[in-house]
């Protein structure tokens, strides 16, 4: 069916306040990925479910951010107390069990903290 | 730790030139190697991925990367650039000390091309 989606697309925020992020993996892909982006610096791997295994959030910057996925579907990286240092592009990706390495990434959210 | 590295933050090419970006890698086992491309308003796409076998791998839209353990390189390569292709490349590693479908990319590399 479709690709990933995310929304919003864009979120403008003001420092201190929380924001959900949310990501609609493909159809059937039993793993899903979180990355950000920030300017001049490739993308960052946040965090990393696969089915119903423990998600793997070696990449988490700080306790601050966390992420769930409900179903083995549909994600949320909720960052809390946010700070003028987490705005970047967030990126969703997602994957086939049998080929984790083929990562369909959705379209991102930019989050501006102000 | 294994890490990514790209020289080159930014390219500029001719239409029609061939083009070649460089990717570096740290790894402490055999690593699997991935190139993606970003294009302007487009989502990341894979172009390109190295298990093992052949050094020499084929991917999408003309583009072709190597291989090669003693330089712990996979440089990506296409012999005639067209304006399409303007875009961020961004190389990426995974592998067996990971998690199954990690990938750690490198910083990309932005590619203009000229008329």
Redesign the interface.
């Known amino acids: 069916g479709a690709?990933?989606s995310q929304s919003p697309s864009n979120k403008v925020t003001e420092k201190g306040k929380d924001v959900e992020l949310r990501c609609d993996p493909i159809s059937g892909h039993t793993?899903l990925?979180w990355?950000r982006q920030s300017l001049?610096?490739?993308?960052?791997?946040l965090i990393?479910f696969?089915g119903n295994s423990a998600p793997?959030k070696s990449g988490l910057p700080s306790d601050r951010f966390s992420a769930e996925r409900t179903g083995g579907s549909v994600s949320t990286l909720t960052i809390q107390r946010t700070q003028q240092e987490d705005s970047a592009v967030y990126?969703c990706?997602s994957?086939a069990g049998l080929a984790?390495?083929?990562?369909?990434?959705?379209?991102?959210t930019r989050l501006t903290v102000t | 730790a294994q890490s990514v590295t790209?020289p080159d933050?930014h390219i500029t090419v001719s239409e029609g030139a061939s083009l070649e970006l460089r990717c570096n890698y740290s790894y402490g086992a055999t690593p699997?190697l991935?190139w993606y491309v970003q294009s302007p308003g487009?989502?990341?796409?894979?172009l390109l991925?190295y298990f093992s076998g052949d050094t020499l791998v084929q991917g999408i839209k003309g583009f072709e990367a190597e291989f090669k353990r003693s330089q712990s390189s996979f440089n990506l390569r296409k012999p005639s650039v067209h304006w399409s292709d303007a875009a961020e490349y961004?190389c990426?590693v995974?592998g067996p000390t990971d998690?199954?479908?990690?990938?750690?990319?490198?910083?990309?590399t932005q590619v203009v091309v000229t008329p």
């Open positions: 690709g990933v793993a990925y990355y001049g610096q490739g993308l960052e791997f990393y696969q793997d990126l990706a994957s984790p390495y083929e990562q369909y990434f959705g379209p991102g | 790209q933050i699997y991935f487009q989502g990341l796409q894979l991925k961004f990426a995974g998690s199954w479908g990690k990938l750690q990319f490198g910083a990309g």
